[in-house]
């Protein structure tokens, strides 16, 4: 069974960081693209960062710059970097593997930021 969870989501103040964590059992991060999204209230759910298995990446414009995508395969864990973050940033923030056909999410991690 497949199991995503995210961490690290949090309360910070605007030009402040944050890493989130996206955890995997039942699948090795390694070997797949893994996404990270986000859903701002209202808005509709998009891309923020992708890794693909070879290390390439890509981001959303809005983050570029400011956010970085990486892997830790021995932990089977997918980081997000998020630095100078903006109050544009807050929304709840999804990891996402897609294996075959077979789509996963995890539960979400909130960030908020605010002064």
């Known amino acids: 069974q497949v199991q995503l969870v995210e961490s690290g989501g949090g309360l910070v103040q605007p030009g402040g960081s944050l890493r989130l964590s996206c955890s995997a059992s039942g699948i090795s991060l390694s070997i797949y693209a893994v996404s990270w999204y986000r859903q701002a209230p209202g808005k509709q759910r998009e891309l923020v960062a992708r890794?693909?298995?070879?290390?390439?990446?890509i981001y959303a414009e809005p983050v570029k710059g400011r956010f970085t995508i990486s892997r830790d395969n021995a932990k089977n864990t997918v980081f997000l970097q998020m630095n100078n973050l903006k109050p544009e940033d807050t929304a709840v923030y999804y990891c996402?593997?897609?294996?075959?056909?077979?789509?996963?999410w995890g539960q979400g991690t909130q960030v908020t930021v605010s002064s």
């Open positions: 996402n593997v897609v294996v075959v056909a077979h789509e996963y």
């Open positions: 890794i693909i298995s070879g290390g390439s990446t």
